[in-house]
């Protein structure tokens, strides 16, 4: 009977982070330029792959499905983001909270389980090399690109359908600035806690999993460096693997501090700001991670800027 007389919320308000008018404008123009330099330098990164023949191997492959990952979640909260710090205030109906939700979830796991694809690819170049062709030969690709995107699927399903069952009657404040699962679930009514166990299920096969892929692949490619006689071979085999690992490092570094801060519940501030680094900076960090000091990268940005001026000049 309390449950029925309580009013079923319909939409959702974020606390957003700044109250102050002017620090919303001043964060609205910063968000704006990330948004439009990340959506750009990922684009870029695919148009290079696709246009350039040399590319056209596993590791840019792979690299080109981190990049349409990362366009299609930023462009799934930065948006929003822009439009409530442009009007100073911050509503969600349910059917987008769940959407934003969705697409934040499946984009979370198929970048774990990308990175885990990408060290396991550089294991096998560095380790293997004879055997490289073959083993990671073009439906091999295929195989493990899909089967991450899937995995995404079917774990971002089960999160969010999990947590949109619950009946939301309560408050319908969330002190955040898009809808992450743990922060929204927190205000369902009843009993959670199944839910939950399959979100640290969920959370269990698509972190630790892939991190543990990592740390092996790596272990076993520092060894086979280690072997190595020839220091212009430990460089290259260095330089293969230098991007990746950055970019593993700041992923990483961020979800464990937002899951340690979101799981003692101290500090909801600073899980804001530390999910600040890994939905708005990092992803346009990436492309340049990975772009910064690659020859192979600059070879074809100087091709097809040099293919641009012939036809100019033709």
């Given amino acids: 009977m309390e449950l029925e007389n309580q009013t079923s919320v319909e ?8 109250s102050h008018r002017r620090t919303q404008l001043l964060l ?6 990330i948004y439009i330099l990340t959506v750009v330098e990922n684009l870029l990164v695919i148009l290079l792959v696709q246009m350039d023949s040399r590319l056209h191997t596993p590791m840019y492959f792979f690299l080109m499905n981190l990049s349409g990952m990362e366009i299609l979640y930023v462009s799934s909260s930065l948006p929003q983001m822009l439009a409530n710090l442009l009007a100073g205030h911050g509503v969600i109906s349910i059917a987008r909270c769940a959407a934003q939700m969705y697409v934040g979830a499946l984009s979370g796991g198929v970048e774990c389980l990308l990175l885990a694809v990408m060290a396991y690819d550089r294991y096998l170049a560095v380790c293997h090399p004879l055997r490289y062709t073959v083993a990671m030969g073009r ?23 999990g947590t949109f069952r619950h009946a939301f009657c309560g408050s319908n404040h969330i002190n955040h600035f898009f809808c992450e699962q743990p ?11 199944i839910t939950e166990a399959i979100m640290f299920a969920n959370g269990f096969v698509v972190f630790v999993g892939p991190l543990s892929v990592i740390l092996i692949s ?3 490619i520092l060894s086979s460096v280690l072997r190595m006689r020839s220091s212009a071979s430990q460089h290259k085999a260095f330089s293969t693997c230098g991007s990746h690992l950055a970019v593993v490092t700041i992923f990483y570094g961020t979800a464990m501090s937002v899951h340690m801060n979101s799981q003692s519940g101290e500090h909801p501030d600073q899980v804001k700001e ?12 990436n492309p340049l991670i990975y772009t910064l000091r690659n ?3 600059h070879t074809a940005v100087a091709k097809v800027l040099q293919r641009r001026r012939f036809e100019r000049n033709g």
């Fill in 274 to 285: 530390i999910a600040v680094l890994y939905i708005v900076v990092t992803p346009m960090f």
């Fill in 11 to 18: 939409e959702f308000i974020f606390a957003g982070l700044s």
């Fill in 183 to 193: 922060t929204v679930l927190k205000l369902a009514c009843g009993d959670t806690h």
């Fill in 28 to 33: 609205f123009v910063v968000i704006l330029i």
């Fill in 295 to 297: 020859k192979e990268v």
């Fill in 139 to 161: 439906g091999r690709q295929l195989q493990l690109a899909f089967a991450s995107w899937a995995a995404g699927f079917v774990i971002a399903t089960m999160n969010v359908t």
């Fill in 218 to 220: 790596y272990m076993l």
